[in-house]
C-alpha cells in the first residue's frame, strides 16, 4: 500500500483505497528466447556477387568536438576506424546533420528535455540546482524550469506549480507537452506525484498548468501517447525510492477533456508486477 507517510492527493481527487499490498519484488524466471539455441548445419549456397556501394547511405563519424553524418558512403562503413556498421538508407543525402556544444553554461541539471511540436524550442524540466541560465549573472534561485530557442539561443523562465523531478512527459495530438507526477515537496514546490499538467506555447508560454490529478502518485512513471490520441500513464512507485510500493494500475489522460477526475483506471496484468524489479519508466508503446 502506499507509504503511510505520505500525505495523499489534494481533498478534491480522493485516492482509492487499496485493500492488499503489491506482490514483493522478486527476480524475473529466466527468459527463455536469450538461451542461445545450437545453430544449424551450414548449408552450402551459390557465391553471391559483390554488393554494390549504395550511394544513398550515409556515415556517422564521432569526433572529440561532436557528430556529424557524411551523405553517399554506403551502409557499411568504417566508424572512426574501430568498427564497421550498418545504417538505413538515407533519402536525402544532400542533407547533412552535427551537433555542436553550446558557448556556455547552462547551470542546471536538465533531466527532462523535450522539443515543442512545430517550434525551434525546447523545454526543460530539472531538478532544483540552485542556479538558472535565465539569471545572468547566476544567482541562487529554485527555478525548475524553462525553454530554449535553439535558433536565437534565448532562455526563458517558465513557472511550474509543483516539483517536475522524476516525472514522465509526451506531446499530445493537439501539440501540447504532458507532464505526468514527479516528485515529493522539495526546494519551495508542493508534491508533485499525483499531477498531470500541459504546457501550451501558444496560450500560456510563461506557465505549466496543473489540469487534473491521478488517483495514484507516480514516481518515475510513463506516459505515452495512443493512436486514439488519449495518452496511458503507467509505472512508477507511489513513493521516492526504490523499494517503495509499485503502482498496479494505469490511468487514461484523454487531452481533449483535460480536467477529468477522477481519470480512468485499469488494473495492471498481476504478472508483471510480480516479476518486474524496478518498474520505472516502463517501455511502452
Not at 155 to 172: I, K, Q, R
Not at 215 to 234: E, G
Request: charged fraction near 10%; proline fraction near 16%.
Amino acid at each position: 500500500p502506499m507509504n503511510p507517510s505520505f500525505p495523499g492527493p489534494p481533498e478534491s481527487v480522493p485516492s482509492p483505497s487499496i485493500t492488499a499490498s503489491p506482490p514483493p519484488l522478486v527476480a524475473p524466471n529466466p527468459l527463455p528466447f536469450l538461451t542461445p539455441s545450437p545453430a544449424p548445419p551450414p548449408s552450402p549456397s551459390p557465391a553471391s556477387p559483390p554488393t554494390p556501394v549504395d550511394s544513398t547511405g550515409g556515415v556517422v563519424t564521432l569526433t572529440a568536438t561532436g557528430i556529424s553524418v557524411e551523405a553517399g558512403q554506403g551502409p557499411s562503413a568504417p566508424m572512426n576506424g574501430t568498427g564497421r556498421f550498418l545504417q538505413a538508407q538515407n533519402p536525402h543525402p544532400e542533407i547533412q546533420s552535427a551537433y555542436e556544444i553550446l558557448p556556455f553554461l547552462t547551470n542546471l541539471v536538465a533531466v527532462h528535455l523535450i522539443n515543442v511540436p512545430g517550434t525551434n524550442t525546447f523545454l526543460y524540466m530539472e531538478r532544483p540546482s540552485g542556479y538558472h541560465p535565465t539569471m545572468d549573472p547566476p544567482v541562487a534561485n529554485n527555478l525548475i524550469a524553462g525553454t530554449l530557442k535553439i535558433d536565437t539561443l534565448e532562455w526563458t523562465a517558465v513557472n511550474s506549480p509543483d516539483g517536475l523531478f522524476c516525472s514522465g512527459h509526451t506531446v499530445s495530438a493537439t501539440g501540447e507537452v504532458v507532464i505526468v507526477g514527479g516528485h515529493r515537496q522539495n526546494a519551495g514546490y508542493p508534491s508533485g506525484l499525483f499531477s498531470v499538467r500541459t504546457y501550451n506555447m501558444q496560450t500560456n508560454v510563461s506557465n505549466l498548468v496543473r489540469t487534473t490529478l491521478m488517483s495514484y502518485p507516480r514516481w518515475y512513471p510513463s506516459a505515452t501517447l495512443l493512436a486514439s490520441s488519449n495518452i496511458l500513464i503507467m509505472g512508477g512507485t507511489q513513493d521516492v525510492g526504490a523499494g517503495t510500493a509499485g503502482n498496479p494500475t494505469y490511468e487514461i489522460f484523454n487531452p481533449r477533456n483535460p480536467t477529468e477526475s477522477p481519470l480512468p483506471m485499469f488494473p495492471v496484468d498481476p504478472a508483471y508486477l510480480k516479476s518486474v524489479r524496478q518498474n520505472y519508466y516502463p517501455f511502452n508503446y
